[in-house]
């Protein structure tokens, strides 16, 4: 009997020890804090064993078995499929929890204000861990998967960082990145000026977009929105150089002539009256709060001081003063 009751004394002793062993274990980095970090992934639908199998396969020095074991002590049940990247340092009750929670690797797009379509679907062919989903679809197929009910693309995605799982579709980041426009633009919408010339937020968001390429200090943009704002409510041209660059397309050189001025696109504002048929480049924020909250000024012209900022003029002969000033040199 004694030596009975010394034998369970002795294995009780040894699950202590065993149970310490592997609280220490689950608590001590697997890796010297100064490691290189380990990038890996794991499979969707993966178990707990296969997973961390993946995991120890990509260089992480972490018992699948072990591992296995600390989730089911835990309570977790399963770990989130992804792209992951261990630091040096990390523990095993870490790892586990990076996996549970899918604190995967995010990479980032980022849309510049003022880009148009085109160089925006050029970044995005640029980024590596972006299924590139759209790579062949032509603009009306593209447009029925991410933004329905719009044909022409110009101005519909809103610039500003995105982040996103390695090997998500650039469908899906185009579909958010439409889908916040939509939001900022209603927003914005609401908070509009009474009387402006817009029968609907679309034609809110030609006008900011106009203001984005037009505004060369961002204290100016609410005067530039009035300018175009008081010449709509005129009925006078809009004159403005940038929807002229953009009906001319990829052709142009950088050099606006007199020629072009005077050659006729459904985007030539000395051509034609009113707003282009559509944006011409993506508008931020500012420029849509511009857009539909302008300056109160009666200034009908501006002009290019040179450092960034704009002079407003009135009339035609204070603002050809200030081309003769800033513009010729006079």
């Known amino acids: 009997m004694a030596v009975l009751k010394k034998l369970v004394a002795l294995l009780a002793l040894l699950v202590l020890a065993a149970a310490a062993g592997f609280i220490y274990w689950a608590r001590d980095p697997l890796m010297p804090a100064d490691s290189a970090a380990i990038e890996f992934n794991i499979a969707q639908g993966s178990s707990i064993r296969a997973a961390m199998r ?61 880009w148009n379509f085109a160089q925006m679907r050029a970044e995005i062919s640029r980024q590596k861990y972006l299924r590139q989903d759209s790579a062949d679809m032509d603009v009306p197929t593209l447009m029925q998967k991410v933004a329905p009910g719009y044909s022409f693309p110009e ?17 899906l980041v185009l579909q958010q990145a439409h889908q916040r426009m939509l939001k900022m633009l209603d927003e914005a919408w609401a908070k509009r000026a009474p009387q402006l010339p817009f029968k609907e937020p679309y034609d809110a968001l030609i006008m900011a977009s106009i203001v984005e ?101 009135n009339n035609l002969d204070d603002h050809n003063r200030a081309v003769n000033k800033y513009q010729r040199g006079q």
């Not at 101005?155 to 469908?171: E, I, M």
């Not at 985007?267 to 300056?295: K, S």
């Open 54 to 114: 993946q995991v120890q396969q990509a260089g992480v020095p972490a018992s699948p078995l072990l591992m296995e074991v600390l989730a089911r002590g835990s309570g977790t049940r399963s770990l989130k499929a992804g792209s992951y990247r261990v630091e040096g340092g990390t523990t095993p009750l870490s790892l586990l929890d990076t996996l549970a929670r899918g604190n995967t690797i995010k990479e980032s797009l980022t849309i510049i204000e003022g």
């Open 213 to 313: 390429k037009e505004t060369g200090a961002p204290a100016d943009r609410q005067k530039v929105a009035a300018v175009f704002v008081n010449r709509l409510k005129r009925g006078m041209l809009l004159q403005t150089d940038p929807t002229v660059i953009y009906g001319i397309g990829p052709t142009f050189d950088g050099n606006l002539r007199k020629v072009d001025l005077q050659t006729d696109t459904p985007y030539n504002t000395y051509t034609r009256p009113g707003l282009p048929p559509t944006p011409i480049a993506l508008p931020g924020r500012a420029a849509l709060n511009a857009a539909l909250n302008p300056a109160a000024t009666e200034a009908l012209f501006f002009v290019a001081r040179g450092d960034g900022s704009s002079e407003f003029s």
């Open 155 to 171: 101005g519909l995605f809103y610039p500003d960082t995105y982040f996103y799982d390695r090997g998500t579709s650039d469908l």
